[in-house]
Every structure is written in structure tokens, then in C-alpha cells.
């Protein structure tokens, strides 16, 4: 299927590893030009390597990035137009901030997690849309978590700060839809990624539980009767950035095998 997107330009956040790498892979094959940007120059080498090996026509550039520093956010909106000029897709991707209870997190744990993932999200856009509106057309899709529909114990803050992401992401497909700008979030499930290793590993020790009865007992609990893999979920986020996904727009599709219990 031919997604319509050939020669668009695309900046992908947290895209040296996992879900953010399968989505550049995906993006690449489609014959989009990727700007990627992560915590980790060397990673990110790595990846536009890989990336190169398997679609040996992409162009891609990359430049380390702490999206939480409005320092680093701006020298990063300055790379991407200096090598890119406009962008037409925005993927937003953010590791999920540390654990813990809403009555144990502290108010610079919660005031972390809002610059992390509220402000670089309404920073980013900020850059790129106005270029989107005059050429009337432009994607934006932000990954967030199944916890947006129903929270996660221990995941207070990534619980309260995705929820305000998606509304206001809401929101702002609204205001851009008349310029055939689409905005959708994708939330996952059990998608089988580092993050989600280490809040098993957290999980597991404590139930008390070995590794094995917890993960049995984890995925029993997904209809797929598994793990999703990134790339999976790359092939949804990819659809949402494509032109034959133009009338999607301020939807959470869920990546979940199921999981979620909720109708909606």
C-alpha cells in the first residue's frame, strides 16, 4: 500500500531505540526524509546505521536532544529546519518518567514529568505548525500509554501528565483540521521495549513472584495471548502519518492486543 507520503519530511522524538526506532524504520521504508532525535548521540549513530542497511536510500539526520531543556528543544528546532526546512510529520515519543504513588510524589517529580512530556510536546508543535497550515497539510502523533484510559498503579505521574497531553492534543485537532493537519495519539499496551522490561522487573519483585509466574500471569491477561512488538505498533503510527489517513483525526488508537477493558 502506498501511504501517499514519499519525500515528506519528519521529525521523530525518542527514536534511537524501541518504539521511536521501529516508527523511523517504518517512516524510512515509506520513503519519508527522518530527522531523529534522542538523549544519546552514539545510540542515535547507531540507529540511522541500522536503519540505512535495511532502506539504503534513506535520508536521515539526527541530533541528541533532552526534550524536557527548552535549550536543547531550541537547538533542536533550529537543526531540523536548517537540514529539512519544513516539517510535515511531528511523532512525539517520550520515555515515561520514574514511579510512584500520587500521595508519595514529590512536587519536583510532578513538575519534571509536565516539562518532559506536556511542554516539549506544545513546544514542538509550536515550531513546526505554522509551516503546516500554509501548506495545508501536516501529521501529528504523539505516543502516550493505555494509562490514559485507565491509570496505572505507581505511574502517578505518567497517569496525570499523558491525560493532559491527549486533551490538549484534543483540542488542537480541532483548531487545525480546516488545514488538513491531523492529530491522533497511540497508546500502548504491553509492547515488548526496555521501559517496559524495567517496570516488569519492578513489578515482579513486588508481588514476590518469580519472573515467570508474573509474566504468565501478565500476558494471560491480554487477549492476544502475548506481547505486541514495536514494530507493530510502527505499522499503526505509520498509517496515522499517511495521506490515506486524512480524515483520522483527535483519536487514541489503542496498540494493546486487547487489553484494555473500557469500550471507548
Known amino acids: 500500500m502506498d501511504f501517499g507520503i514519499k519525500h515528506k519530511h519528519a521529525l521523530i522524538c525518542g527514536a534511537s531505540k524501541g518504539i521511536g526506532r521501529a516508527i523511523a524504520k517504518e517512516l524510512c521504508a515509506e520513503g519519508v526524509k527522518v530527522f531523529l532525535c534522542a538523549r544519546t548521540k552514539e545510540v542515535l549513530s547507531e540507529t540511522a546505521e541500522t536503519i540505512k542497511k535495511d532502506c539504503p536510500s534513506a535520508e536521515i539526520y539526527f541530533q541528541a536532544c533532552d526534550l524536557s531543556s527548552p535549550d536543547d528543544r531550541k537547538q533542536l528546532i533550529a537543526s531540523v529546519k536548517e537540514k529539512l ?39 514542538i508543535n509550536n515550531a513546526f505548525l505554522p509551516s503546516m497550515k500554509e501548506r495545508k497539510w501536516g501529521r501529528i502523533v504523539c505516543v502516550t500509554s493505555l494509562s490514559i ?13 499523558r491525560s493532559a497531553v491527549t486533551a490538549m492534543l484534543k483540542t488542537l485537532s480541532d483548531e487545525v483540521a480546516p488545514f488538513n493537519i491531523t492529530v491522533n ?22 508481588s514476590g513472584q518469580s519472573k515467570e509466574e508474573y509474566q504468565k500471569q501478565y500476558v494471560a491477561a491480554i487477549p492476544a495471548g502475548r506481547m505486541g ?36
Open 229 to 264: 512488538t514495536p514494530e507493530e505498533f510502527a505499522a499503526v503510527t505509520a498509517f496515522l502519518c499517511s495521506q490515506r489517513a486524512s480524515y483520522v483525526t483527535g483519536s487514541t488508537i489503542c496498540v494493546d492486543g486487547g487489553k484494555r477493558r473500557s469500550t471507548y
Open 149 to 161: 484510559m485507565e491509570p496505572i498503579a505507581n505511574l502517578s505521574v505518567s497517569n496525570a501528565v
Open 185 to 206: 495519539c497511540v497508546a500502548p499496551g504491553a509492547i515488548e521495549t526496555d521501559r517496559l522490561q524495567d517496570l516488569m522487573e519492578q513489578r515482579t519483585k513486588a
Open 85 to 123: 526546512g519544513s516539517i510535515d510529520i511531528v511523532v512525539h515519543n517520550t520515555g515515561g518518567p520514574k514511579t510512584s504513588k500520587a500521595e508519595d510524589t514529590k512536587i519536583e517529580d510532578w513538575d519534571s514529568g509536565f516539562k518532559q512530556l506536556f511542554l516539549s510536546v506544545a513546544d
